[in-house]
């Protein structure tokens, strides 16, 4: 954490009114990683108020500037998703000059995220142990596709690949049907999350003992611990999941329904709300039939529970059944495109889009971290940098870094 005694973090004026001051203003990351898994978790400690300075090739920059259409100004949009409020520094890597240039960083640096492919140059030049005996305050996460043991440990791997070989897509799509992804990055998105949980923790232990650390995750693992009840379920019966469309593998009903116009999920997590369920549809003969009486007995008899529910609600609209359902207290939702879910007054009242200025783009809407300090919301404090756009001014002040401290 870099501290002067005339340095002070400046308080941000959030979209939903106050300021914020965040909770690691002062911590200043480097940011090597690229793609998604490691450039989400360095956006997220951005907008928890980090200095985040994204180190980038020369050429090209991080891959996902060119992951496109659509491009929003000279980049694609996927590279705007993961790189707000980062400032954006072009250096080679490989060369004598870079790898001195990164070195001052590091002095005046809390935290090195990188996903460096194990066994590669680059892993090889910065390699861990160097780092933490020359920068011993430095902590440093490591993302890779499958860990850093194992006979997999050397294997390259994107998103998909962790989804497939860690059981994900398995467990998606319609039972019996061909394996499907997830719509959402999950591999990736699942070592991001970690790895900023790994990150706060080794800063706050910092601040007891001043040394840091280096943390290792992976998409695959993430994946592992993502499993939660689907593992557990596995072990107590030693039978193989598999996909149950929108169902839940062990709560009935609990999916998506066909209603007279499109579907809706409906959620029941316990037995009462099955029966303010049935009597609600007008089948209170169902949620008196014994079989159906606990969630226990709806499992086992899952395909006739779920026939006969989907037999009586196909004769209402989804605006009906949701209308009647939030009335009466039970869970259920329509099933909402993305163009709703931006429009919806709900998005709007937590202030989770916000709008930054692009320098060549104009206006960009950002999602904003997703937690609240004292009510207030991390504000997305600049729009994703254009390659290189902060060299000059972060090279040059390398060249006089203030003393790296203990402090978290």
């Not at 490989?94 to 070195?103: E, I, L």
């Not at 557990?232 to 066909?258: C, E, I, M, W």
């Not at 529910?309 to 009466?328: E, I, P």
């Not at 495109?337 to 960009?364: I, K, N, R, S, W």
Request: overall charge negative; aromatic content about 8%.
């Amino acid at each position: 954490m870099r501290t002067t005694e005339t340095e002070s973090a400046p308080d941000t004026s959030t979209a939903t009114g106050g300021t914020f001051e965040g909770p690691l203003a002062g911590v200043r990351v480097i940011d090597l990683s690229k793609i998604l898994a490691g450039p989400y978790a360095t956006m997220s400690l951005a907008d928890l108020g980090a200095e985040v300075i994204k180190v980038e090739h020369p050429d090209g920059g991080d891959p996902t500037r060119a992951w496109g259409p659509p491009m929003v100004g000279p980049d694609a949009t996927y590279f705007h998703a993961a790189n707000h409020s980062k400032k954006s520094v072009t250096i080679d890597l490989k060369s004598d000059r870079g790898q001195a240039q990164v070195h001052k960083l590091l002095a005046d640096a809390d935290v090195l995220v990188e996903n460096f492919r194990p066994g590669s140059s680059l892993q090889t030049i910065f390699d861990y142990k160097e780092l933490a005996a020359k920068f011993p305050h430095l902590v440093i996460l490591h993302i890779s596709a499958y860990g850093d043991h194992g006979p997999m440990r050397d294997e390259p791997g994107y998103d998909m690949v962790a989804q497939a070989r860690g059981g994900l897509m398995s467990l998606t799509g319609e039972a019996g049907g061909p394996p499907m992804k997830a719509g959402f990055a999950m591999g990736d998105l699942g070592a991001g999350l970690f790895g900023i949980i790994g990150i706060v923790s080794a800063l706050f232990e910092r601040s007891r003992t001043g040394k840091g650390q280096y943390l290792t995750t992976s998409l695959y693992e993430g994946q592992l611990a993502l499993h939660v009840n689907w593992a557990t379920n596995y072990f107590a019966d030693g039978k193989r999941p598999h996909a149950l469309g929108s169902g839940h593998p062990n709560l009935v009903p609990y999916q998506a329904y066909p209603a007279a116009d499109d579907y809706f999920v409906i959620a029941i997590g316990n037995d009462s709300l099955w029966q303010q369920l049935c009597t609600a549809i007008g089948r209170p003969g169902l949620g008196e039939d014994e079989r159906f009486a606990t969630n226990r007995g709806r499992v086992i008899n899952r395909e006739y529970v779920n026939e006969e529910l989907s037999r009586t609600l196909r004769t209402k609209t989804v605006d009906h059944w949701c209308a009647l359902f939030s009335a009466a207290g039970i869970p259920a939702a329509p099933i909402k495109h993305l163009d709703e879910v931006y429009a919806d007054p709900q998005t709007e009242a937590l202030g989770m889009v916000q709008t930054v200025d692009h320098p060549t783009a104009g206006p960009m809407r950002q999602v904003a971290f997703p937690v609240n300090f004292n009510g207030l919301r991390p504000p997305v404090r600049s729009a994703p940098p254009e390659l290189g756009a902060d060299t000059d001014d972060i090279l040059g002040a390398a060249d006089h870094p203030h003393p790296a401290t203990t402090g978290a």
